[in-house]
């Protein structure tokens, strides 16, 4: 399992990322006053950047939750011992 500390610096990271892309598209469509077509591809790559980043944060979410239910399902009691590549074979009456 990887540090705490690491996953949340990485969560934040993106979570950064993604705000201020955001708020830098927002920004620029209430104060460009030029011609669209001018700005055109620069705010395609910040519509796409924040996009991304959401669901970047979505698949870290995401991550964590499997991750999290897959550490409860461990700690659950061992079944029998069984060696690995025999099969049981029950007889049936």
């Known amino acids: ?3 705490p500390s690491f996953s949340r610096l990485i969560f934040f990271g993106v979570l950064t990322l993604t705000v201020l892309s955001l708020i830098v598209q927002v920004i620029t469509i209430t104060c460009y006053t030029g011609k669209i077509d001018n700005i055109k591809d620069f ?6 950047t924040w996009k991304m ?4 944060i979505i698949g870290l979410l995401g991550g964590r939750a499997i991750a999290d ?7 659950q009691k061992p079944r029998k011992n069984r060696t690995p590549g025999k099969m049981e074979i029950k007889k049936v009456p």
């Open 43 to 48: 705010m395609d790559t910040y519509s796409t």
């Open 1 to 3: 399992m990887q540090n």
């Open 53 to 56: 980043g959401f669901g970047a």
């Open 69 to 75: 239910t897959g550490e409860k399902e461990n700690t």
